[in-house]
């Protein structure tokens, strides 16, 4: 083989073979999806003993709109979605959330004076440095278990300039 001949096989091959990672193959568009994800999640020692609330964000960094449809946990005989409030007489109510809308490529945190997980009825007390386990149910990417740790009391921030919050 002529030394030209070696030459342009080389040269080839260095400009060929770092395209074949470019395609648009399965792997490119999962990593082009993202995923839906539940990070930082908190509860602190509840000062009543039966009711805590988790803290949280749900990065959904999909491009699919999502919804939040329910949630559950072994340690409380009801979880479910709150949002805090403040009526018209300046009294801070918590209402109700049954269905949460996770836009694509965005975040909701979960925080003291907006959004948590409510859980009531806990079946033991809550320990600091510990763990406890919280089901997610999503309408379109179905179920996420996130661990949960449980922080001292006090040790949740109430800022929300501290958080990405995108409603």
């Given amino acids: 083989m002529s030394r030209l001949i070696r030459l342009v096989l080389m040269v080839s091959a260095l400009v060929v ?5 470019c395609g648009s193959g399965d792997g490119a568009k999962a990593e082009a999806s993202g995923e839906l994800r539940v990070l930082d999640a908190t509860v602190e020692v509840p000062p009543n003993p039966t009711t805590a609330s988790i ?3 749900v990065d959904n ?3 699919t709109d999502d919804e939040l449809v329910g949630v559950a946990s072994s340690v409380a005989d009801t979880v479910s979605v709150h949002r805090s409030e ?3 007489k ?3 109510t ?13 975040k909701v945190t979960f925080e003291p004076g907006g959004l948590h997980v409510m859980l009531e009825g806990l079946s033991g007390s809550l320990k600091a ?6 089901k997610l149910t999503f309408a379109h990417a179905g179920s996420r278990t996130a661990t949960v740790r449980v922080v001292p009391f006090g040790s949740t921030t109430s800022d929300s300039s501290a958080h990405d919050m995108e409603h």
């Fill in 129 to 134: 440095g510990t763990t406890i386990k919280l």
């Fill in 94 to 106: 918590m209402v109700p959330v049954k269905a949460l809308k996770i836009p694509a490529r965005s």
């Fill in 61 to 63: 960094g999909t491009g």
């Fill in 17 to 21: 073979l770092p395209l074949a990672g």
């Fill in 90 to 92: 300046g009294l801070a």
């Fill in 86 to 88: 403040t009526d018209a």
């Fill in 55 to 57: 803290r949280m964000v």
